[in-house]
């Protein structure tokens, strides 16, 4: 609670002062608010121009990077099967000859 020191006269005028002070006040607030969203709009936005380049690269490296693993992945499968037949070709020599010599 705030003293005023006077008669009413005062008091009441001191008051309507206080009043239109708040009012100017709210409504610089409310200037400033949307001063500061405008201003954080436009820095959201000139950050998303700044990185926009950056992500769309980043988006085709890393569909390359799946394309890539993805035929890593067939050629070592190919390479299993690979190994895995020569295996058995060995193994089918191995046992020819085995007959053979018998």
Do not use: C, H, P
């Not at 008051?15 to 959201?44: C, F, M, P, Y």
């Not at 690269?57 to 050629?75: F, G, W």
Request: proline share 0%; net charge positive.
């Amino acid at each position: 609670m705030k003293a005023f020191y006077g008669g009413i006269e005062y008091y009441l005028q001191k008051r309507i002062e206080e009043k239109v002070d708040r009012s100017e006040d709210s409504n610089e607030n409310k200037t400033n608010r949307k001063d500061q969203k405008r201003i954080e709009a436009e820095l959201r936005q000139k950050r998303y121009n700044q990185t926009k380049d950056t992500r769309k690269e980043l988006e085709l490296r890393e569909s390359e990077i799946e394309k890539l693993e993805e035929q890593k992945t067939s050629l070592n499968m190919s390479y299993r099967i690979g190994k895995f037949l020569a295996t058995l070709y060995w193994q089918k020599k191995k046992i020819l000859n085995t007959k053979k010599q018998k």
